[in-house]
């Protein structure tokens, strides 16, 4: 899976960095174990209702109110996906979840929606499928990314 997602990246010509790592499950995991990467470090929810489902990516400190963002989507009100609709939609699993595991929406289900504050950032951290390393790259690559795998994205 990673390299598939590699692969992607080169033909999409986004410049990235890898950066290996214990595995972290979660964003105090990256504090305990002290890994320092020059990025700034972003989480990924998979939200979901009973008609549509999101993948946000957003700064890691930041706190998601999801009844605010349903009513911004206007869409009836979101929760976190199941480990199972997630592992189905994008070939990933939780503690992993990335905006890159969007490849793997071949059908489309799932909207992407990236933080404004986040792409505001010089440099963005991300897992690449797995959580023992972290990507690093622009926000501008992430688009280019996207792009690659014609995935359209909101952001908000």
Excluded at 14 to 29: G, I, K, Q, S, W
Excluded at 72 to 92: A, C, E, H, I, Q
Excluded at 108 to 127: S, W
Aim: hydrophobic share 40%; aromatic share 8%; proline share 5%.
């Amino acid at each position: 899976m990673k390299q598939k997602l590699y692969d992607l990246l080169n033909d999409a010509g986004v410049v990235f960095e890898e950066h290996n790592h214990p595995a972290l499950f979660t964003c105090e995991d990256t504090e305990k174990h002290n890994v320092n990467i020059p990025a700034a470090h972003c989480k990924t929810l998979f939200l979901v209702n009973k008609h549509r489902c999101f993948l946000l990516s957003t700064l890691a400190e930041k706190r998601i109110d999801i009844g605010a963002l349903s009513k911004k989507l206007m869409t009836s009100r979101l929760s976190f996906g199941t480990p199972d609709v997630l592992y189905d939609l994008l070939n990933v699993k939780p503690g992993s979840v990335n905006p890159f595991s969007l490849m793997y929406d071949i059908e489309n289900k799932v909207e992407c929606l990236l933080d404004l504050d986040m792409m505001g950032c010089n440099k963005l951290g991300f897992h690449p499928m797995i959580n023992t390393a972290t990507i690093v790259l622009a926000p501008n690559d992430l688009k280019l990314f996207l792009e690659k795998i014609h995935k359209p994205f909101i952001i908000l």
